[in-house]
């Protein structure tokens, strides 16, 4: 029998608290995932994806793990720093926009943060989420503060426009400043198992991008299976997206923690497989403090502490931050809050 | 540490469940009286009592009342008392008064749920999310058992005063197992929990008070084996359902013998986590978490021996060690901890002697870097690489959180790695392969097979062993089965066999012939070179029959065993041999007639009428062979759970001397209707219808091994069967001595025994063919395959 008894450190071992792994800003101590050739024979031992088994992990898991009083607090602003503020509303304008970056700079109120002792920290959503037209509003409006801004991009939400003129809305968000894009894939290709064209087309996204990270959204509400999800992962991984995310929070279906189980468990395979740090990104339906903490205790229990850094992690919400400033007030004063005493975005 | 800093290291901290409601219950009961009798809690009759403790800190939770043999007197005869009125009322009232208990445990779920946590050491989190709800689960289902009773099993009766003795590994989830199905058999308990952990099954019986359950009906008495054991001897008990070890289950079986109680034992169990190359490796491990480390892996079922294939062995392992350095050790009443202490002193020393002992026999024993509480038996969960078959930690039962981790090439070879253990309760299955997995799930000697999942129960499907993990199922219809008596047309006593005389003569002068005896498709010479008189009934000599011995029935075991060609037959085979059975002895009929007539003395007619009969038996159980099938469990979750019935295995069958053909065929059909390989001890004293018979088993197609005949003295043949641990099942109908001695002496494999108790059975009434006898002759298997893509 063949069997070693020690186990490969994963990730790269990173002490709790480690005070490299909490300053970890995007770019610094990360290298980029560069993708790797698109390897069928890889990509085929993947496809053992047990559905059940992912929903019964999923189910258990939030009820093996309790987050309770000033570590809740500490989880909770943990969630407002991974957070991708966004807004995408077809009746989205400028000045809307500009309140969502206002409220990013400011997101929590500052009796608040005073009381919960991070009134310096500069804790703040990781990013802003906005469709192309408003880009340079956002950059604008986050000028020098470090909060990125995020171009959704590709014939949001469907991604069924000709690849020329994604690519192309590509190359204008990012002109216009965006540093991160968030590209979804024609899930088409997926159920069609067209893999080396949807690699291709990742590839040309990448490329488009530049020095912008990418975050493939694989809609996985449209694609019907797990293995599906965990196969389109790894394709853009493949492809070297930077992060996968789950939903455009247009489908029927949003983030569903067995599917991102199926999505973070395929992560694992290519750090184990490359060496490479993928980010993860659920998007879609992700509106209360405690669902929040769900996906936290997930990343940590299946990835571990690391990706638990805006470099590897964030959510991709819209209503989440007023339920989370609900709770710490909670916190702080013991009484339950409203959100009309929070400012809106 | 403040926030701030909280933020930064990102640790869940402490999330202690509060537990001041469960010490106020604590504190308000009187513990001095806390013997549930005839619906009132009273003291022990000898004052004694003895303390129960919280594992993880080993301080004392109670000082309780114990149960001795004069409280178990009480017991029963309040059980006794309550029997009548239970048993007549209506199903309906029945499934009220369960509906009610279960409602009621509903509404103290949490108080149940960290009492448990206290007194086992269980994780919160597991008595919350799994014992509470599914003891509660089993109380509302068997609900509609108790109503549908007289429908779904028409003609049974409840068994009467049943005994119930439970393990402290499940407190509350035994409890409802043991007492929900009785209840809605209309059956009357006494059950005593488990001296570690007495309190839930306390709170139980304040809860039956208040749910409206009769007096009596439900009794309940803490203590010790004092108590376990009058319970167990006590001649008002009139079954005995008990959950624990097998050393116990021995004891009990043997305890029993001769009592005529009914019997059902679920012990121990060394169960395998079969994990093939093309699973879902991420979610099996999560399965072994399930399997292993619930409960600290003090589960009968615990999916202790992990077989890898090889090819994905390696990936595996490391997938299992890093999965353990994320289990958190440490205080159960905090909903973060996966794995808390153990219940004892006792089962932490023997957990630790185990490992050191594999250790020696050169198992790579592996543990994650944690940290231990310091006070309570805690013992970190433990990976044993390299385990060889012979290793002790593949054989033993640990009852810790101890896998022992061997690789197997392939499908055949994992399924003889799987099934090579004394063991036999349930298995996992792990492939996305769903041929694979329904390929390897019948071959599997397992009472439950998971496929792709662990540790799944639901009262709505059965549970219980093979082999020495015992016999009888809980829950589901088959469960049902184990309170419920049909029945049977007994008789008179039988005799102990008398010497037989010398005869005074030849009875006609033919030509000679031998009997002989029948193993593995061929006329046998006993192996002692001896043959006993068979006389006629006027006392002549009919023939001289063979003087079979142990090593005869070796051979025929033997030959039984190996009997594929009737074991892998499919069950319309099965059916077209036992229809040309009937067939070729409906052609014979007169001289088998003659026979009978010329032994026993039996009128013409009725030597026919039994000969007739017995080709009528034949046909029956030839069209039952592929209709007495399984069914679909639905538990509640996307899932179905296939109750297949499983043939026994190989089964000896001891025949009485009445109805020397009739007899012989009615036990021998279903066995072999069923898929059974048969080693017949037929009546000693008339054994040559049956060795006729064998001419006729020649003609039929019958292939080698599938029926064996042994001649001889039955109760010498019976307890050679009873000790061969190569038996599944033992049939025996005799004298009281030989019955009660086959169920003793059985303990040893822990074989299935069915006995007449020393009673006849009248052959020819229609109750004794049928659904009873079929459902002897297998075993139910619950494979329980989850499903969705």
């Known amino acids: 029998m063949r069997l070693r008894d020690t186990v490969t450190p994963f990730p790269a071992r990173v002490a709790p608290g480690d005070a490299a792994a909490n300053q970890a800003a995007r770019g610094d101590a990360l290298p980029r995932n560069p993708g790797m050739p698109l390897d069928l024979g890889f990509l085929d031992s993947m496809r053992a994806v047990n559905r059940s088994a992912l929903e019964r992990r999923a189910a258990t898991l939030t009820k093996r793990r309790s987050i309770k009083g000033d570590n809740q607090a500490a989880w909770l602003l943990r969630s407002i720093a991974l957070m991708d503020l966004t807004t995408l509303n077809s009746n989205d304008t400028d000045d809307r926009v500009r309140r969502l970056c206002a409220k990013a700079l400011n997101p929590l109120r500052a009796d608040l943060a005073r009381a919960l002792g991070v009134a310096d920290a500069r ?33 949001f939400p469907h991604g069924l426009a000709p690849l020329s003129t994604r690519l192309a809305e590509i190359a204008a968000s990012v002109a216009d400043g965006a540093d991160e894009i968030d590209v979804v894939i024609p899930r088409g290709l997926v159920h069609e198992a067209r893999w080396p064209e949807l690699y291709e087309e990742i590839r040309a996204m990448r490329e488009a991008c530049g020095e912008a990270h990418l975050k493939v959204i694989l809609g996985t509400g449209d694609l019907a299976t797990t293995r599906n999800v ?37 992560i694992r395979a290519y750090f184990e497989a490359t060496g490479f740090l993928i980010g993860f990104k659920p998007a879609g339906g992700i509106s209360t403090a405690k669902v929040s903490l769900d996906w936290l205790v997930l990343i940590k229990e299946e990835l571990g502490r690391r990706w638990l850094e805006p470099d590897l992690f964030r959510f991709g919400a819209s209503s989440l931050l007023t339920d989370i400033e609900r709770q710490l007030e909670h916190h702080v004063s013991g009484r339950y809050s409203a959100a009309h005493r929070h400012a809106m975005a | 540490m403040n926030i701030l800093d909280r933020y930064h290291a990102m640790d869940y901290g402490p999330a202690p469940e509060a537990r001041a409601e469960a010490d106020a219950w604590l504190a308000a009961q009187d513990f001095s009286r806390a013997l549930f009798i005839g619906g009132k809690f009273v003291a022990a009759a000898d004052a004694k009592t003895f303390d129960t403790a919280d594992p993880a800190s080993g301080k004392r939770l109670a000082t309780l009342s114990e149960a001795g043999a004069a409280d178990v007197d009480a017991a029963v005869a309040a059980a006794k008392r309550a029997l ?21 445990m509903q509404r103290h779920a949490r108080l149940f749920a960290v009492l448990e946590t206290l ?96 007096k009596g009906v439900v009794n309940i008495l803490p203590g010790g084996p004092e108590a376990g054991a009058a319970l167990v001897r006590h001649s008002g008990v009139r079954k005995i359902a008990f959950t624990g070890s097998s050393e116990v289950g021995r004891i009990i079986r043997r305890e029993t013998a001769g009592s005529g109680k009914k019997l059902s034992l679920e012990l121990g169990g060394k169960s395998a986590f079969i994990v093939f190359d093309d699973a879902d490796l991420d979610s099996a491990v999560e399965g072994l978490v399930d399997g292993i480390w619930f409960n600290q892996g003090q589960v009968c079922c615990a999916g202790s021996r992990l077989l890898v294939q090889e090819s994905v062995a390696e990936a595996f392992i490391d997938k299992v060690k890093r999965r353990m350095t994320k289990l958190v050790l440490g205080d159960p009443l905090d909903k973060n901890t996966d794995i808390g202490p153990l219940v004892d002193r006792t089962q932490f020393e023997r957990v630790e002697s185990l490992v050191a002992e594999g250790a020696s026999e050169g198992a790579l024993c592996w543990q994650p870097d944690m940290a231990l509480p310091s006070a309570g038996f805690f013992f970190p969960p433990t990976l044993a690489l390299g385990v060889s078959p012979a290793n002790v930690l593949a054989r033993e039962e640990v009852f810790g959180p101890v896998l022992a981790a061997m690789t197997f090439r392939d499908t055949e070879e994992a399924v003889q790695l799987a099934n090579n253990t004394r063991y036999g309760l349930a298995a996992s299955v792990w492939s996305e392969n769903v041929n694979l997995t329904l390929h390897v799930a019948p071959q599997l000697k397992a009472g439950v097979v998971w496929v792709n999942g662990t540790n799944m129960f639901d009262a709505a499907c059965g ?91 070796r051979e025929a075991v033997s030959a039984a065993r190996a009997a594929k060609g009737w074991t892998e037959a499919t069950a319309f085979n099965r059916a077209q041999v036992l229809y040309y059975l009937a067939e070729n002895l409906s052609a014979r009929a007169d001289e088998f007639a003659s026979r009978l007539a010329s032994l026993t003395g039996a009128s013409g007619r009725a030597a026919e009428a039994e000969v007739e009969l017995s080709i009528e038996r034949l ?117 009281a001595a030989t019955c009660a001695a086959a169920e003793a002496q059985s303990a040893g494999n822990l074989k299935r025994v069915w006995t007449t108790n020393g009673r006849t059975l009248d052959w020819t009434a229609e109750s004794a063919a049928g659904e009873t006898f079929l459902a002897r002759a297998v075993e139910v298997k619950n494979v329980w395959v989850p499903y969705g893509d």
């Open chain 1, 123 to 155: 804790i703040r959503p990781a990013a802003v989420c906005v469709y192309h037209p408003f880009v340079a509003t956002a950059v604008e409006a986050l000028k020098g503060s470090g909060v990125h801004v995020a171009a959704v991009s590709t014939a």
């Open chain 1, 230 to 266: 965990t196969l389109a992962s790894m394709v853009a991984m493949m492809a070297g997206a930077d992060f996968i995310k789950t939903s455009t929070g247009k489908e029927s279906v949003n983030a569903t923690l067995p599917v991102g189980l199926a999505m973070v468990r395929a």
């Open chain 2, 84 to 104: 009548p009125g239970w048993s007549a009322a209506s199903g309906y009232a029945r499934a009220k008064v369960l509906y009610a208990v279960g409602r009621a």
């Open chain 2, 119 to 214: 007194d086992n050491g269980k994780p919160i989190r597991e008595s919350r999310d799994i014992d509470v709800p599914l003891a509660i689960r089993h109380f509302i289902h068997h609900a509609g058992w108790a109503q549908a009773l007289d429908r779904e099993f028409p003609g049974a009766k409840p068994a009467g005063v049943v005994g119930q003795i439970i393990p402290w590994n499940f407190p509350l989830l035994m409890l409802a197992w043991k007492i929900a199905p009785a209840l809605a058999a209309g059956c009357t308990v006494v059950l005593k929990p488990a001296e570690y952990t007495p309190l839930t099954a306390v709170l139980f019986a304040d809860i039956c008070r208040r749910a409206g359950v009769p």
């Open chain 2, 463 to 553: 549970f219980g062993g093979f082999r020495e993990s015992g016999f009888g199922r809980e829950g589901g219809r088959e469960g049902m089965l184990e309170y419920l008596d049909r029945p049977l047309p007994y008789g008179a006593a039988i005799r102990p066999a008398a010497p037989v005389e010398q005869p005074a003569e030849l009875a006609e002068a033919a030509i000679d012939r031998t009997p002989k005896l029948f193993i593995g498709g061929r006329q046998a010479r006993p192996d002692s070179g001896y043959s006993y008189a068979v006389l006629d009934r006027k006392g002549r000599l009919a023939g001289e029959a063979g003087l079979g011995n142990r090593k005869d029935i």
């Open chain 2, 619 to 735: 046909f029956l159980y030839a069209g039952m062979a592929d209709k007495f099938e399984g069914r679909a469990h639905q538990p509640p979750m996307r899932a179905v759970t296939l109750a297949l019935n499983e043939p026994v295995g190989v089964i000896g069958i001891v025949c009485p001397d009445d109805s020397p053909l009739l007899g012989l065929v009615s036990l021998l059909a279903p066995a072999l209707a069923m898929g059974n390989s048969v080693v017949a001890v037929p009546s000693p004293r008339w054994p040559l219808p049956a060795t006729d018979l064998y001419q006729v088993f020649e003609t039929s197609d019958l292939p080698a091994g599938a029926v064996n005949i042994v001649t001889g003295k039955a109760a010498e043949l019976a307890a050679v069967l009873a000790k061969h641990d190569d038996v599944d099942g033992l049939w025996v109908v005799a004298d």
